[in-house]
Every structure is written in structure tokens, then in C-alpha cells.
């Protein structure tokens, strides 16, 4: 019997902390965090070189946002099947619309639980270890 | 000079001689008659009583005349003196000879006094008068013999002079007639002309207060500089361009009344758009429809502000609140419209500049509260190294704060997204018992460790509104938390909710410490703490209730308040009922 390998996850948000904090949650969930970035150009080579599995991203960073790396993964054959879960500080209706537009799976506002994070992780990815 | 004359003819009037003055031309002609006798030898007294007493009743009626002058009441007898002086003639008359006496002609004047009186009685008086004067002398003294011609004589004068009496009777009175009429214009023409000085006058006053006007208006029209104002007419051909048009175009008036339409300052394509909104199909008015438009309201008689965009010569554009409103002339007709419009481009640039802040702010303070509370969270979770209960203690205590800060914070954010007008509602329609049993609930925790007692009221019916259901919550838990705060230990806050006359009423009342009357209008101001807060060291830094108001507003419900220091307050939130959606 062999344990299936880690997914893995790249994620970019230019404060540290909350990189560090989506980062532990992830871990947590059972995901081998491949890169953690602080800016958009860095996140979007990331995910070229790795293919993760899933792309946890910042809307506000410098360098492209969040918005439009999304855009790119979604344009991205390769990573067609590749969730991106969006972070942001805003909170109105108008930036998940935006996010939804992008084609990102989900929206979380900060401030975010860490709990939720994980249990969000958890159950998008359930399925597919059946 | 002036003031001599009209004393002289006051004395002298014809319309109004004294008693002295009828009884002078009597007195001095009979003076005469005296005079011819003492200085003529042929001129003989042939009777001395008779002569005697005409002279003595002549100086009494003389005498009579001068004392009725002075004494007013006694005018009305004032008949009596030409009688008298009748008589007086007719004893002189007598004394002198009888019907041979020169002096009969004194007769006349006497009876030419009466028949000039007022009333044709006078023309009676006359003649019984002057054939008393004939006959009394005859009966009284003592005359050697009455001829028949003395007799004759005394029938026939009396109807002579009773002739002549009705003559100037009538002559007088037509005269007193014209005198009338004439004194009557000259009454009329007085009054016209004082009248018509007084227009004058009127009129002068009038052209000073228009000219004073004018100039106010003047230089009000050239102090405004800071503001566009347009006239146009109907058709929007600009007859005014102020000071604050030629700033804003670099155009001067020349170059622009009379010569140019206000439409072709605007952007064409904006025109267009509101037309279409209007619903103007091209060719429909005679007008240009972008004109139309832009006139739509004004012309309703409803004034309008809207952001319009004008364009100068140059095709650079400027961003202007404009308010349109139409002239009317004085019958009420519409004359033309007046465009006064302010360059909005600073306070547009102002606005974003607060935007970008609001959306630094956002991302700025929410970031590290983010981090706070999310390890805050992974401590309290850490399965591998349990903490104790004085430590999850204090991880509460930080918590609980820095979910006050993320508040603050939040609040702050919603009243600038009400200010900039991006306020989102995401509006359905809702139950509004389980919004109001949801702020109670979650408000049941602090109101027992403050010890005040929480009571509900709600209706059997569930009230449905249309709304966004988590502001109207977040309302609500405003208004709660505000009365919890505000009322002391064993205090009652009683939340209810009805449903009458097509509105829901939610009501929080408090028995807590109130707000002063003076205060009430500045309840819902940024930032603003009634008194009794800072006094009593409620905290808060006085931004829900404008949140609640704007909440309340967006909803175009009603906030009202009622409050009593001392006694409580009570906030009242009205919305529309809709009806119950169909099961689905």
C-alpha cells in the first residue's frame, strides 16, 4: 500500500505573515507547499515550473495581481484542471464578482480562520481521494 | 403781499360778507341822504319825528349789525337788519316828504340785501317788507292827510321792488349755482393735482428701488466668477455668458450671446445618450433633441443638478454640476433657461483620492489583524502543546480586541462607502423577525454580563421586507448594543417588532441614562458622542448610529428617535412591508 503524494500548492501574498499562515494551514491539510512568493510575476514563473495542484493567490500584490495571474492560469492548458483559491482585504461584492469572473473556485476575506482555511482545502480536495 | 390780499378778500368775499359789511353800503347811503339835508337848503325835513325816528332805527340796525357780526348764533336773525333798515327808510322817507322824498331810492338797497338771500321766500319778504316800510310810517305817526297816491304809492312800490326782488333772487342763485360748480372744479382740480404728485413721487421711489435692484444685480452677476451661468432662450441661443462662463471657455459674451447654442458646449454624444434615455426619437421636436433633453426637467418646472460634461473650443472637457431652470416672462410663459454650473474636476479628483485611500486603509489595517487573528487561532489550536486555561484566558482577551479593531475598521470603510455613494446593498427579500431574534440573541451574552434584561416582542405574522440582510442585521445589533450600553445595571431594553399600516417597526427601547433634547440633531454625525457617553464613559467612538442611519436610509426607511435624560430612549426603524414570497 503506498500513500499517495502530497499535492502541491503555490502561494503568493506580499505580507510574509499571512504567506507564512496560509502556508501552516496548508501543511496542515496535508499539502506540500512547492513555492510561497510575494509578488505576482514571481507566483506566475512559479506555477509554470511546478504545475501545482492548487494556487492560493493575494488579489493586492505588486507586480500582476491575483486577478490576472488567475487569468493566465485559466488560460493555461496545462493548468485548466488547477483550482486558485483568491485572497483579498476587500470585501464587497463587486471583488468577488471579479474573482469569480477571473475564474478563481473560491474567495476568502481577510481576515481569514485558519481552521476555515484548512477545512476549505480539505473538502474541495475530498473527492478525489476516494 | 399774497397774505394782505387774501385778508382783504376774506373781509370783502362775495361768498361769504359779513353782516357789517351788506349793512355799510345801507348805513353810509342813508349818511348821505342826512348830509343833503343838513348841506342842500331845498333838501327840507317836512316831518321831524318820522325823519327822527328812520334816523334812530338806522343806527339801531347799524348798531344790530355790528353785534350779530360778533355773535355768531345770532346770525340767523340776521333778516331782521335790512327789515329794520326798511323801516328805518321808510320813516326817513316820510319825514322828508313822502312820495315827493328823494330818498325813495334808498329803498332799493335794502330789498336788493334780502332778494339776494338764499331761498325764494326772500322775493316775499322783500315786497311784505317794503310795503311795511310804505304803510307802517302812515299808520304811526301822526300825518296831516293821506293822499290816494301815497296809498297807490304803497301798493304798486311793494310789487315793483317784489319784481326786482325775483329778478335778483334768480340772478344770484344762478350765480351762487356757477360759483359752485366752479368752486367744485376748483376742489377737483386740486385733488387730481395732488394725486398726481404723488405718482410722481410714487414713481420716483419705484425708478430708485429698480435702479438699486439693477445695480445689486449687476454686481452680483459680476462678482459670481467661480460659476458658469448661461441664459439661453427657448431654442438655446445664449443670450447671457457671466464672468464665471468666460473663465471656464475663455470665451468672452461677444463672442458668444446672440451668436452661439449652449448645446454645442456640450459633449454631443452625452446629449444623445439622455435623449435616448428620454426617449426623444431624432426628428420627433423641432428643437435640437440634445437640447431637449438637457432642458427635460427645467421645462417640467422641476429643478435639476446633474453631472454634465462641457466642451471648450479647444475640445478639452470639463466635468460640471449643472443645474438647469427655466425663466419665465411676466405672463408666465417659459422665456428662456438659465445653465448654472459648477467645474466639479477638483472635487472629482478628491473623491478618487479618498477612494484610493479607503482602499489603502482596507488593505493596510486588514492585513495585520489578519495575521493577529489567524495565530491567535493556530495557538489556541495547537493539539501538540495544550494550553491552560489562564492562557486561553488572555488569547480571548486579544482576540475580543482585535476583533474590535477589524470593527473600527469595518465601520470606518462602510461610512466612507457611504459618503462616496458606493454603498452595495444585496437586497432580497427577507424575514425581518428572524434578523430582529438573531441581533437579540447574539446581544443576550454582553446584556447579562452588564446585568441588563433583554426582552422581545414579536408579531404572530412574520414581517417580509426587501433588504440586505446582513446590514439590516448589523443595524440592528447597532441599536441593541448602543441601549445595552447606555443603561445601567438592572436597566430593561426592550426589542420589538410590528407590523401596521404596510410598514415593520422595529423598536429598541432602554431605560438607560437618555440623550439631551439639544443633542438629538447631531445624533447621526460622523463621529459625534452625546454627552451623556462621554460623561457616563460608555465607550465607542460614535459611528453606529451613522452607519444605522445610512443603513436605514438605503432602505428608504424611517430612523426616528424619542429620548428623555434619565428616563430612556427609544429608536424606531420603519421599513415597506412586501407581501410574503410564493413558497417555492
Known amino acids: ?130 | 403781499m399774497t397774505d394782505l390780499y387774501s385778508r382783504v378778500m376774506r373781509y370783502l368775499s362775495v361768498d361769504h360778507p359779513t353782516l357789517a359789511l351788506k349793512q355799510l353800503p345801507v348805513a353810509m347811503a342813508f349818511a348821505i341822504g342826512i348830509a343833503l339835508i343838513l348841506l342842500v337848503p331845498d333838501v327840507i325835513v317836512v316831518h321831524e319825528l318820522a325823519a327822527s325816528i328812520g334816523i334812530g332805527v338806522m343806527v339801531g340796525a347799524t348798531v344790530l349789525a355790528a353785534i350779530f357780526t360778533r355773535v355768531e348764533r345770532l346770525e340767523r336773525y340776521a333778516i331782521a337788519i335790512p327789515l329794520l333798515d326798511l323801516i328805518a327808510i321808510g320813516f326817513f322817507r316820510l319825514g322828508t316828504g313822502g312820495g315827493s322824498s328823494v330818498f325813495s331810492a334808498l329803498l332799493i338797497l335794502p330789498v336788493v340785501w334780502i332778494a339776494a338771500e338764499r331761498g325764494r321766500r326772500h322775493i316775499i319778504i322783500a315786497a311784505v317788507g317794503t310795503a311795511v316800510a310804505m304803510f307802517l310810517p302812515l299808520i304811526t305817526v301822526d300825518v296831516p292827510s293821506i293822499s290816494s297816491s301815497d296809498l297807490l304809492r304803497g301798493f304798486f312800490s311793494p310789487f315793483v321792488f317784489a319784481i326786482a326782488a325775483a329778478i335778483i333772487n334768480e340772478l344770484s342763485r344762478q350765480s351762487r349755482v356757477q360759483l359752485e360748480s366752479i368752486r367744485r372744479l376748483a376742489d377737483d382740480k386740486e385733488v387730481i393735482l395732488q394725486r398726481t404728485v404723488e405718482f410722481a413721487n410714487q414713481l420716483q421711489d419705484s425708478e430708485a428701488q429698480i435702479r438699486a435692484g439693477d445695480r445689486l444685480f449687476r454686481n452680483v452677476w459680476a462678482a459670481v466668477t467661480e460659476q458658469s451661468i448661461i441664459g439661453s432662450s427657448v431654442t438655446g441661443l445664449i443670450d447671457n455668458w457671466n464672468a464665471g462662463a468666460e473663465k471656464l471657455f475663455g470665451l468672452s459674451s461677444e463672442e458668444t450671446e446672440g451668436k452661439r447654442y449652449i448645446f454645442e458646449f456640450h459633449v454631443a454624444a452625452e446629449l444623445n445618450a439622455r435623449s435616448r434615455e428620454l426617449n426623444y426619437p431624432p426628428g420627433e421636436t423641432v428643437l435640437n433633441p440634445g437640447f431637449s433633453a438637457l432642458v427635460e426637467s427645467a421645462r417640467l418646472g422641476r429643478a435639476e443638478s446633474r453631472e454634465w460634461t462641457y466642451v471648450r473650443d479647444d475640445g478639452t472637457e470639463v466635468p460640471v454640476l449643472l443645474s438647469v431652470t427655466k425663466r419665465v416672462d411676466d405672463a408666465g410663459n417659459t422665456s428662456g433657461y438659465l445653465f448654472v454650473a459648477s467645474d466639479v474636476t477638483q472635487s472629482r479628483e478628491v473623491a478618487r483620492l479618498k477612494d484610493e485611500f479607503v482602499g489603502l486603509i482596507s488593505h493596510e489595517l486588514r492585513t495585520p489583524l489578519s495575521s493577529i487573528l489567524g495565530y491567535l487561532e493556530l495557538l489556541r489550536d495547537d493539539e501538540d502543546n495544550p494550553l491552560s486555561d489562564e492562557q486561553n484566558h488572555y488569547l480571548s482577551v486579544a482576540e475580543r480586541n482585535a476583533h474590535r479593531l477589524l470593527r473600527l475598521v469595518g465601520d470606518l470603510l462602510f461610512t466612507a462607502q457611504v459618503e462616496s455613494g458606493k454603498f452595495p446593498l444585496d437586497s432580497h427579500p427577507i424575514e425581518l423577525d428572524r434578523i430582529v431574534s438573531a441581533a437579540v440573541e447574539s446581544a443576550r451574552p454582553v446584556a447579562n454580563a452588564a446585568g441588563i434584561t433583554v426582552e422581545q416582542v414579536l408579531p404572530d405574522v412574520t414581517p417580509w421586507v426587501h433588504g440586505d440582510a446582513i446590514r439590516l442585521g448589523q443595524a440592528c445589533d447597532n441599536l441593541i448594543s448602543n441601549a445595552i450600553k447606555f443603561t445601567p445595571r438592572g436597566g430593561i431594553v426592550t426589542v420589538a417588532l410590528a407590523a401596521h399600516n404596510g410598514s415593520a417597526e422595529i423598536t429598541v427601547r432602554d431605560t438607560g441614562m437618555g440623550i439631551a433634547a439639544s443633542e438629538l440633531d447631531q445624533l447621526y454625525s460622523r463621529f459625534f458622542r452625546a454627552s451623556t457617553a462621554t460623561r457616563n464613559a460608555v465607550p465607542g467612538v460614535g459611528l453606529g448610529l451613522t452607519i444605522t442611519k445610512a443603513i436605514v436610509t438605503a432602505h428608504r426607511g424611517e430612523l426616528d428617535v424619542e429620548s428623555e435624560e434619565g428616563v430612556g430612549t427609544c429608536f424606531s426603524v420603519k421599513l415597506a412591508l412586501i407581501a410574503a414570497p410564493a413558497p417555492v
Request: hydrophobic share 50%.
Open chain 1, 1 to 130: 500500500m503506498t500513500e499517495a503524494p502530497p499535492r502541491r500548492v503555490v502561494v503568493a501574498d506580499d505580507d510574509a505573515d499571512i504567506r507564512a499562515l496560509v502556508a501552516i494551514s496548508a501543511k496542515r491539510a496535508g499539502f506540500d507547499v512547492v513555492a510561497s512568493v510575494e509578488d505576482g510575476d514571481k507566483a506566475w514563473l512559479a506555477i509554470q515550473e511546478h504545475v501545482p495542484d492548487l494556487v492560493i493567490l493575494d488579489v493586492a500584490m505588486p507586480g500582476m495581481t491575483g486577478l490576472e495571474v488567475c487569468k493566465l492560469v485559466r488560460a493555461d492548458a496545462r493548468l485548466s484542471e488547477t483550482p486558485v483559491l483568491l485572497l483579498s482585504a476587500a470585501v464587497d461584492e463587486v471583488s468577488r464578482a471579479a474573482g469569480e469572473a477571473a475564474g478563481a473556485q473560491d474567495y476568502l476575506a481577510k481576515p481569514f480562520s485558519p481552521r476555515a482555511l484548512v477545512a476549505w482545502l480539505t473538502n474541495e480536495f475530498s473527492g478525489e481521494n476516494d
